[in-house]
């Protein structure tokens, strides 16, 4: 089992930053794919990032493209998600997630993942 941690959320104007940070633990040797996805009220799951494990293959949701980055420190077990240039249409819960057995091909930030934190909410006004 893989668990996930999610912290750094808050409240930002327009135009600011937030880093969110994820700390995993758990049988985390077998995590071949870490990313993000955030939920609004009334919405379903948005993709945002993700990053291979195995070889720091990234993949973006075009909304986030040029101004959010996914990154991963290996040895801390930490990931991370630096937003810059926040938008109100930035506002969710954002999640960490991570799954299994999957090529590095295949980790996207549109992939499901069978591992997800109990979310940490931004808010950008």
């Known amino acids: 089992h893989v668990q996930l941690v999610e912290s750094g959320g808050g409240s930002v104007q327009a135009g600011g930053s937030l880093r969110l940070s994820c700390s995993a633990s758990?049988?985390?040797?077998?995590?071949?794919?870490m990313g993000w996805f955030r939920q609004s009220p009334g919405t379903g799951r948005e993709d945002v990032a993700a990053?291979?494990?195995?070889?720091?293959?990234?993949d973006y949701a075009d909304s986030v493209k040029g101004r959010f980055t996914i990154s991963r420190d290996r040895g801390k077990n930490i990931l991370y998600l630096q937003m810059n240039s926040l938008r109100p249409e930035d506002t969710a819960t954002y999640y960490c997630?991570?799954?299994?057995?999957?090529?590095?091909?295949?980790?996207?930030?549109?992939?499901?993942?069978?591992?997800r934190g109990q979310g940490t909410q931004v808010t950008v006004s």
């Open positions: 997630a991570a799954e299994r057995h999957i090529e590095s091909r295949w980790c996207r930030a549109s992939t499901v993942f069978g591992f």
């Open positions: 758990g049988y985390t040797r077998s995590v071949d794919c």
């Open positions: 990053i291979a494990t195995s070889d720091g293959k990234t």
